[in-house]
């Protein structure tokens, strides 16, 4: 394991080579004095994790293969990342999240707790591309939220808890608690019995 920074890393980690924590966002390049990377106890970080400094993540993480998270970014307690998934930093993810492979995710995003998102879904946090004006606003995904896979979030749209987004959706305007969006642009529909978290 390569390590920069200050790093803690709680007992019980299995960490397979390579694997890369505490690593240097711009101001800190060429320094070794700044705070690096927290992990909880019982991580599991497959080869090719790359996590930046300034991470704080709780007990029982995983991650898949070459995940790459940003800094300034937090996650809780039991949360999987899977692989090929970004996270860009100075975003938050909750307790008992699964994110699943190829999964990204965008500066000034907000996940919330038992939240699930589908392999190759897109986040974006940019409304008028490449500009970033007015300014980086990531979508919010409330509590007990189910994103199906290949899914398209545009920024700022919140997910409110216990809704879900159909696979393949381009999600454009908030989803009301309990329903489920789908289709491009999402429509709103009643949400399953099946799938209903709360």
Known sequence: MN????????????????????FPSREYLGKTDYT????????????????YCAVTIGDNFSTGHNVIIREKTTIGNNTAIGTATIIEGTSSVGNNGRIQSMVFIP?????????????????TNDRYPPFGKPSLIGPVLEDN?????????????RIHEGAAVAAGSVVTKDVPPGVLAIGAPARFRELPKEMRRI
């Open 145 to 157: 939220t189910t994103i199906g896979a290949n899914v398209t979030i545009l920024p700022g749209v």
């Open 36 to 51: 690096g990377t927290v992990i909880g106890k019982n991580a599991i970080l497959r080869p090719g994790t790359v996590i």
């Open 107 to 123: 500066t000034n995003t907000e996940i919330g707790d038992n939240v699930f998102i589908g392999p190759n879904s897109v986040l």
């Open 3 to 22: 390590q920069y920074g200050k790093n803690q890393i709680g007992d019980g980690a299995q960490i397979f080579e390579p694997v890369i924590i505490g």
